[in-house]
């Protein structure tokens, strides 16, 4: 059974709180009101064969993991106050790999200064990670993954692909940038966010479900990809937008905001080093048109591949590179 179907099913099994202000895949965390205020939760669990976080360096792990967990509080306008987390080590590790990890989740939470509350320790080879995360909403609106129908601008932080190519590569996951600040910002001008957990293409994907009757043209060319991947893709002979369409995420923040306003807003995204790498509005032709400046000109007409719902890893990438050489064949970006 398929990830989303499976959590369909799941969630059809028991009734929504009365308190909670999302549906479904609505908001990357849940929004639940408490007493006058609204609050985001989520939780989140992680593995290397699913999530293709390598661990040789425990530290990096560790912070990776909780840039992870918190990634969806901040999508969803809310501000981390509260983690926990179940931990689940291999009955033989190494008291440094457990400080090291401790030490990646501590300096995480310490920059937000969001407390840990505890959690629960078991064994797993070669590990498992649940990471659960709380924080208040600000706003009265908070961001979701629906967008309005008036024209938007959209956004994403950082650059894109370093975490796809580590794994294509075989080499250590890239440290996730924790993107707090920016989402303070965010909060200020976005009508909506999601992050890019399973990578930008997943994100596109999950926003396109959720605005079904909205048309997003994307600009290939202006997307930020990660330094080195032009360079890998051209030894290697794939398509660099391989790096896009992998299920690795890299935790940025995809958003949108008012296009009417985009050209006054757009000095103070930029210095968040954000990118506006597209256009949404309503046409007749919904979807997600991919645009590149040698005249290339798709539609994505299905979900990437998942690693969840492959084999292996090995099996994911093979599945992402037919689906990029079937879209961008191996030419590259001018």
């Not at 179907?5 to 308190?19: D, H, M, Q, T």
């Not at 932080?157 to 989402?183: H, I, M, V, Y």
């Amino acid at each position: 059974m398929k990830e989303y179907e499976l959590i369909r099913n799941i969630a059809g099994v028991f009734p929504r709180s009365k308190c909670q202000r999302n549906e479904l895949f609505e908001c990357d965390a849940e929004i639940v009101q408490i007493g006058d205020d609204l609050w985001g939760l989520t939780m989140d669990d992680f593995s290397p064969a699913e999530d293709l976080f390598t661990s040789e360096d425990p530290v990096r792990l560790g912070a990776n993991l909780a840039v992870a967990t918190l990634s969806d509080l901040l999508a969803a306008g809310a501000e981390p106050k509260f983690f926990m987390h179940s931990v689940s080590l291999p009955r033989s590790v190494e008291r440094e790999f457990v400080d090291g990890l401790m030490e990646g989740i501590r300096t995480v939470l310490g920059s937000l200064n969001c407390a840990m509350c505890g959690g629960d320790v078991g064994t797993a080879c070669p590990w498992r990670f649940c990471g659960f995360g709380m924080g208040p909403i600000s706003s009265a609106h908070p961001l979701t993954r629906r967008l309005p129908q008036e024209p938007q601008a959209l956004w994403v932080t950082g650059s894109l692909g370093d975490a796809n190519l580590a794994a294509l590569q075989k080499t250590q996951t890239p440290q996730f940038e924790l993107r707090s600040k920016e989402a303070a910002l965010i909060r200020s001008y976005a009508t909506g966010c999601i992050d890019t957990s399973g990578g930008l293409f997943d994100a596109l994907w999950l926003l396109h479900e959720q605005n079904p009757k909205l048309r997003f043209d994307v600009r290939m060319n202006d997307i930020p990809i990660a330094e080195g991947i032009d360079h890998a893709a051209a030894t290697k002979g794939f398509p660099m937008e391989s790096a896009l369409l992998g299920g690795a995420g890299e935790y940025e923040l995809l958003f949108a905001t008012p296009e009417t306003s985009a050209s006054e807003i757009r000095d103070r995204l930029s210095s968040i080093d954000a990118t506006c790498i597209g256009t949404i509005g309503q046409d007749p032709q919904a979807g997600i048109h991919l645009h590149r400046r040698d005249g290339l000109e798709k539609i994505l007409t299905k979900a990437p591949p998942c690693p969840r719902a492959a084999a292996n890893a090995e099996e994911h990438v093979q599945e992402v590179m037919v689906m990029a050489h079937h879209l961008f064949g191996t030419s590259e970006r001018q």
